[in-house]
């Protein structure tokens, strides 16, 4: 959500935190700022909307030249977005930014006799801040005694004008990263920030305090003790975050997806051909003991853990419950030392996956995380980690994410049925095996894009679109639903096929487009039905889309447009199904003018519950 950037070396600290900003627009985001510290006073500019307003304003208003700054995109929460909610926020000789929520803001500006310059809950931190440092306190002392009376989730950020060469910021349940340069520091929400500078980085730990210099930094935890931390290198480099000839991120990212599902297969089988999942530090007796499965993700993440349930459950036979993170917790789960909680988050910060996955480690339960940010917080607090290797994702409606995220779940799987002797070896092999074509056989869709944007100038004008699926082609419609709902602002549901007649055929109208996933043949007489399904829409007046295999003739008999699938298992259909309908909504966004990349109302990481 909100982005905070921070700098303290011997670059133009101005134009560092603004192009780190700049990298982090995708987090979403409805206004800027910057502030410094100069001749003992704090300067700042802020401006609601993007960032260019906010170098409209340092361009009207120069700021003058310093080594130190620290830098804001904000996602309202408190307050609507105008200039005076913007961050920084200043009280005196303080300048703070917040990513997070301070719940008890309220009985906290109690606590003093000023006019708050801002609707905010973050502005008070500043005021708290202020004071400390007035009464004598130290920067980091102050920060110290500010985090011991806030309650919620926060990452702040503060400078103070008469100590201008020093950044301090504390971490609570909200991202933070240092970037290490030579001579110089960042402070940053996401490594997009400062890649372009560094690929040396430290992760900052739950309750952590950062001391800043040019000379080093210092870690502490609230109580003011040496805390440890954890030096990591950035696996991709400032190319990847960047568009590279594409209109869009987005677009970029899903023509990235066999790479990325290239790049997560890689190095899984051992030397006897064996799957291996080595940062997967879980003891094998201790998966055997596993009596059920939870899976716990939000949005597209909670889509690719409903795919996942389809696996596990065939290949692992043990139950598998799929749960959005943010009911987990609050409905009284069933949760004990035999239970393996699965949390799916790209961005490993996302809220209420970090709270469910909490409350089950206090249950008792074993967490395995699937995540693709090194050092993020939900790999940091679970027992084990399968990363995906979809590197940087711009694009705020997830792509690459969710087919890695797919890939990561049916290593799981697969190594669960290993584990528990469910599978042979050359079941196992032979699973695998199709899993490395599948790259290839993504490739042969994304050369199909041609035919999707010509549906999508087709359709522009309608106002409401179905997506059918049974089996794993419900999750993908789902998902091609969601996409279109993300960025094109069109009314889409999906909709699990066999339930077309016990409601959402009331939807049906004449002209209506219906995308329809229709299962490989054999699969449990499922296909038959879905092309059944097919008939009852056609005769209706629908407009067909049919994701089908190539052979299957009987699909292509009512369908408007026919986008063939390569013939793969039905287990993995979703990781070609899904990329027409990725593409057909970005497609869709870019005809009907939106931007594709930063949605409204949408924020990449939802770090606040």
């Known amino acids: 959500m909100c982005g905070i950037v921070g700098y303290v070396g011997a670059r133009d600290a101005r134009d560092v935190v603004v192009a780190g900003l700049k990298r982090l627009e995708y987090r979403g985001y409805d206004s800027a700022g910057v502030a410094l510290a100069a001749e003992d006073r704090i300067e700042w500019r802020k401006r609601a909307g993007k960032i260019a307003n906010l170098e409209a304003a340092v361009a009207e208003q120069p700021l003058p030249e310093a080594g130190t700054a620290i830098g804001h995109t904000r996602w309202a929460t408190h307050g609507p977005p105008t200039d005076a909610n913007s961050h920084p926020h200043v009280a005196g000789r303080i300048a703070v930014v917040h990513n997070g929520i301070i719940e008890n803001h309220g009985a906290l500006k109690a606590r003093f006799d000023v006019d708050f310059a801002s609707d905010t809950d973050s502005e008070v931190a500043a005021h708290l801040l202020r004071r400390e440092v007035e009464a ?156 059920k499965i939870i899976i716990v993700a939000c949005g597209t993440a909670f889509y690719a853990g409903l795919v996942a349930k389809y696996a596990i459950e065939h290949w692992v036979r043990v139950a598998c419950e799929v749960e959005l993170a943010s009911e987990f917790r609050y409905r009284d789960p069933i949760v004990d030392a035999n239970t393996l909680v699965v949390a799916v988050s790209q961005s490993g910060e996302t809220a209420d996956t970090l709270m469910a996955i909490r409350h089950a480690r206090e249950q008792g339960a074993r967490v395995i995380a699937i995540c693709n940010t090194n050092g993020a917080t939900i790999p940091r607090e679970s027992d084990a980690v399968i990363y995906t290797h979809a590197g940087p994702e711009i694009g705020v409606a997830s792509t690459k994410g969710f087919t890695t995220q797919l890939v990561a779940c049916y290593l799981l799987g697969l190594y669960l049925a290993q584990v528990r002797g469910m599978k042979y070896g050359d079941e196992i092999e032979a699973i695998l095996t199709e899993l490395e074509r599948m790259p290839g056989y993504m490739s042969d869709m994304l050369e199909k894009a041609d035919d999707v944007y010509g549906l999508a100038e087709r359709l522009k004008d309608r106002e409401s679109m179905l997506f059918l699926g049974r089996h794993v082609g419900y999750p993908s419609a789902l998902e091609g639903a969601l996409k279109l709902k993300e960025l094109a602002y069109i009314h889409a549901e999906g909709f699990a096929a066999g339930e077309l007649k016990h409601g959402p055929i009331a939807l049906v109208t004449d002209g209506i487009p219906i995308f329809v996933v229709v299962p490989p043949a054999g699969r449990d007489q499922l296909r038959d039905k879905v092309i059944a399904n097919i008939a009852e829409v056609h005769a209706r007046g629908a407009r067909t889309i049919v994701l089908a295999e190539e052979r299957d003739a009987e699909a292509r008999e009512n369908a408007e447009a026919f986008f063939a699938l390569p013939n793969v298992s039905t287990l993995l259909q979703p990781l070609v199904a899904i990329i027409p309908l990725q593409l057909f909504a970005c497609e869709m966004a870019t005809l009907l003018g939106y931007d594709v990349d930063q949605p409204r109302n949408l924020a990449k990481s939802v770090t606040v519950e």
């Open 136 to 291: 004598g306190s130290t920067l980091v002392d102050a920060m110290r005694a500010v985090v011991a009376d806030l309650q919620g989730a926060f990452t702040l950020v503060a400078l103070d004008a008469e100590d201008p060469d020093r950044i301090v910021a504390a971490r609570r349940s909200s991202p933070l990263v240092v970037g290490r340069g030579e001579d110089e520091f960042f402070i940053a929400s996401d490594v997009a920030a400062f890649i372009e500078y560094t690929r040396d980085a430290i992760e900052l730990g739950e309750d952590q305090i950062v001391e800043v210099t040019s000379a080093g930094i210092e870690v502490t935890d609230f109580d003011g003790a040496p805390a440890e931390t954890r030096d990591f290198r950035i696996d991709w480099d400032l190319a990847a975050a960047e568009k590279q000839g594409y209109d869009w991120f987005m677009r970029k990212e899903i023509f990235e997806q066999p790479k990325a599902v290239a790049d997560t297969l890689l190095g899984r089988r051992g030397e006897r051909g064996e799957l291996q999942l080595d940062e997967l530090h879980i003891r094998p007796e201790e998966l055997r003991r596993v009596s």
